[in-house]
């Protein structure tokens, strides 16, 4: 990871795409794309064209649609008190915000 390279940006389209992405059963594709576009290439994941070629290169077909449902979702998790980063782990807790390595690791290992 390369913190300085990394476009501190509005990340709703990027969200947008991986929810197209998972609907399509490529969602981890495109998820770890996304992250190496960001953290490692340095690329603006908030830029039209390159989520659009970052599809592409995962086997995602994109289109404008999405926000509303997405916007929908994200208004549903605010509602439960959830505040990003959040994660859920089937049969186990949800940890919010910023944890240690340790509690994540133990969590998995659960």
Do not use: K
């Not at 077909?61 to 916007?71: C, F, K």
Request: no cysteine.
């Amino acid at each position: 990871m390369n913190f300085g390279r990394a476009w501190f940006t509005n990340t709703f389209d990027a969200h947008r795409v991986h929810a197209q992405a998972s609907a399509q059963g490529r969602g981890e594709q495109m998820a770890e794309r996304l992250f190496r576009a960001y953290f490692t290439d340095g690329l603006n994941i908030a830029d039209p064209d390159t989520l659009t070629r970052l599809a592409s290169e995962t086997g995602v077909v994109t289109s404008e649609t999405g926000a509303a449902g997405l916007r929908a979702e994200l208004e549903r998790v605010r509602r439960f008190g959830v505040q990003p980063p959040a994660f859920r782990f089937e049969g186990g807790p949800v940890l919010e915000g910023e944890q240690s390595e340790e509690l994540f690791l133990t969590t998995l290992m659960r």
